[in-house]
């Protein structure tokens, strides 16, 4: 299953951003989705993830501030953002979740730039 994202872009600190992603191919059985986000030099790391019963579970830099949901129908994940902080500055993936930090195995997307910055 391959994922592209969007919804990225430059925002104020405070301010708010959606990601939206879509799957080439049903996410139905796919027990456990994620975003994931990388700042240069360092590995992808898991920001949130949301199961096919649709229970969710956050990073501690995200809890409170984003919310992750999932539409198995259209094959969609997203990512709804807001009190976004400089430190949220990264390029977003969304992914099969396969633990907190990438592996080095996965085939990862895109992604999409988001900028906190005044």
């Known amino acids: 299953v391959q994922f592209a994202e969007s919804g990225g872009g430059l925002v104020q600190p405070g301010g708010s951003l959606r990601l939206s992603c879509v799957a080439s191919?049903?996410?139905?059985?796919?027990?456990?989705t994620g975003w994931y986000r990388q700042i240069p030099g360092r590995p992808r790391e898991a920001v949130a993830r949301i199961y096919s019963s649709g229970r969710t579970s956050y990073a501690d830099s995200a809890k409170g501030r984003f919310t992750i949901s999932r539409d198995d129908a259209k094959n969609m994940l997203y990512l709804q953002m807001n009190s976004l902080k400089p430190d949220d500055t990264a390029v977003y993936y969304c992914?099969?979740?396969?633990?907190?930090?990438?592996?080095?195995?996965?085939?990862w997307g895109h992604g999409t730039q988001v900028t906190v910055s005044s």
């Open positions: 191919e049903s996410i139905d059985d796919i027990f456990v």
């Open positions: 992914h099969e979740y396969v633990g907190e930090r990438e592996t080095g195995f996965e085939d």
